[in-house]
């Protein structure tokens, strides 16, 4: 299974959401993340850093805390840029094989690496923040979610209260994450924070969004 996290809006959770969802998923499951990103925010999550070299998508990967990740690399910034959509749809499917469910975390944008992983998906995920501009992006989703003929499943970050919109290809999940430093903390670290309040807190806090998120996603 293949679940995309998307949202053309930068800075909204995409890369949080990836990497906790393979980190507790990685619990039950032989899971993967894929780091779609030239920005490479995945793979510094994980403590890697972004490979220097022209790789094929899919064709190195690193297992930490039990989650196989493939590190975002200079071969992403050719495949935005030759839009060969079809050849990333295949290349995601490929890599998608040797694992019971493969994350990926995709660039804020609208561009070949993100719209194949789109078509590539299985379940599409979407944070949404409660900005006015955020929400925008959301009817903006949906219009090329809707073009597309895929649906996605939107949940609330950084607030405390889940927004409702109406909107054809988007449904709107009555899960909200609030702003936590642990997040911020954990970053600076290059762990997961649902990683990293384990080792730190007696009652983790954060783990239970992620796993009603995976719950979800996975019906
Ligand atoms: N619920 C939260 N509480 C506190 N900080 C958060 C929360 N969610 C995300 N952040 C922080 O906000 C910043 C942006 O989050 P993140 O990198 O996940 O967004 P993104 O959508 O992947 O951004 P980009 O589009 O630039 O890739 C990060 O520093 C992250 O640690
Ligand atoms: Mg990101």
């Known amino acids: 299974m293949i679940i995309t996290v998307i949202n053309q809006k930068g800075g909204v959770g995409k890369t949080t959401t990836a990497v906790n969802l393979s980190y507790v998923l990685s619990k039950s499951k032989n899971v993967a993340l894929l780091d779609m990103d030239p920005e490479g925010g995945s793979t510094t999550s994980f403590g890697m850093k972004r490979e220097k070299k022209e790789l094929e998508i899919g064709s190195k990967s690193v297992n930490i805390f039990n989650v196989e990740v493939f590190p975002a690399h200079l071969g992403l910034l050719k495949a935005e840029l030759n839009g060969d959509v079809e050849d990333v749809v295949n290349k995601i499917k490929e890599t998608a ?22 078509i590539a998906a299985d379940k599409i995920l979407s944070p949404v923040t409660p900005q006015p501009l955020a929400l925008e992006a959301a009817k ?56 990293y309040e384990e080792v730190r807190l007696k009652k983790p806090k954060l783990s239970h969004f992620f796993e009603e998120l995976a719950k979800v996603t996975l019906e």
């Open 140 to 195: 903006n989703l949906d219009g090329r979610l809707q073009s597309l003929n895929k649906k996605a499943l939107a949940f609330t970050n950084l607030s405390n209260k889940a927004i409702s919109l109406e909107l054809s290809s988007v449904q709107f999940l009555n899960i909200h994450i609030p702003q936590s430093r642990l997040f911020i903390e954990a970053s600076r670290l290059g762990v997961p924070a649902t990683r």
């Open 97 to 118: 094989k040797d694992f019971d469910i493969l994350v990926i975390d995709t660039p804020p944008n609208l561009g070949t690496l993100a719209v194949a992983s789109m």
